[in-house]
């Protein structure tokens, strides 16, 4: 699954919506929880801050992201495996860009984490 959900190729397009501030991050963040929800390819596991993909059963440990530069590293090093997907590379950079908090270039955990606490409210 992608952020944004998962989109139809015979789907109608509809028109531009325009969204006020407040409108744009609730469904912004709506996306995300939908997405940390619905993950196909990988597991996120809090407690090891680790993402392990289901099918290999392999781990990618977020504790070494630290940085662009650790981030491409990681990118790099799973696109090179034999077995991995397309869509899993895909998942794996939307969660990694929930991950590092954008506007503040932070590379946390709590950057997940507040989307998967009960007390996280829109």
């Not at 789907?11 to 939908?34: C, G, H, M, W």
């Not at 801050?49 to 977020?62: E, I, Q």
């Not at 860009?97 to 009960?118: A, D, F, G, P, T």
Request: glycine residues 2%; charged residues 30%.
């Amino acid at each position: 699954m992608r952020i944004g959900g998962k989109r139809s190729e015979n789907s109608e397009k509809k028109p531009p919506r325009i969204y006020t501030l407040e409108e744009f991050n609730a469904q912004v963040d709506n996306d995300i929880k939908e997405f940390l929800a619905n993950l196909e390819y990988w597991d996120y596991l809090p407690n090891l801050n680790v993402m392990r993909h289901k099918k290999h059963n392999y781990d990618v440990d977020f504790d070494q992201i630290i940085d662009d530069a650790s981030l491409c590293n990681w990118i790099m090093h799973i696109r090179g495996k034999l077995w991995i997907e397309e869509e899993a590379i895909l998942e794996f950079l939307d969660f990694a860009s929930i991950y590092r908090n954008s506007s503040e270039r932070n590379y946390q955990s709590e950057n997940v984490k507040k989307y998967l606490s009960n007390d996280y409210e829109l």
